[in-house]
């Protein structure tokens, strides 16, 4: 896999005109970057509450599939992102009092299991594993990654 590239300007590229210019990259990377999606998906981006996250997760799975329906890889792959990231902020703060993992010492906080955190970040992992077996979904990316690296 080829490494996200961080130095591209990302102020200025539309990736729904450009796909070719976008990579998948590991996990989350690029999340906060790639336009338009990320002003399309992010104002759905909630995790506070189990009602909150149940409504975003949904939110989230329509762009999902308005993506698929429009033949947008990248909208795809940036939903799956922006889902994915759902479940691992809501663990943080499932884990973590604040979100916050380490002290200004870089040691690690303790934990203390928020359980509402806990049960909104269990929402967006089973939008996250749906994604992940869609085969649909792993074929388009398959063909991107050999398409554009």
């Known amino acids: 896999m080829k490494e996200f590239d961080y130095q591209q300007d990302f102020k200025t590229i539309d990736f729904r005109q450009h796909p070719e210019r976008y990579q998948v990259g590991r996990g989350e990377q690029g999340v906060l970057m790639v336009e338009p999606y990320k002003s399309e998906i992010l104002p759905h981006w909630r995790f506070k509450t189990v009602e909150i996250a149940k409504t975003s997760a949904a939110e989230i799975?329509?762009?999902?599939?308005?993506?698929?329906?429009?033949?947008?890889?990248?909208?795809?792959?940036?939903?799956?992102?922006?889902?994915?990231?759902?479940?691992?902020?809501?663990?943080?703060?499932?884990?973590?009092?604040?979100?916050?993992?380490?002290?200004?010492n870089r040691e690690e906080l303790p934990r203390i299991l928020n359980e509402e955190k806990a049960a909104a970040a269990a929402i967006f992992k089973a939008e996250w594993d749906k994604i992940r077996e869609d085969k649909d979904y792993l074929d388009r990316k398959k063909k991107h990654q050999a398409k554009y690296g």
């Open 61 to 104: 799975m329509k762009l999902f599939e308005t993506y698929r329906a429009s033949d947008d890889f990248v909208g795809m792959d940036m939903a799956r992102k922006f889902i994915q990231m759902g479940y691992t902020r809501a663990r943080r703060y499932a884990n973590h009092k604040g979100g916050r993992k380490y002290d200004e």
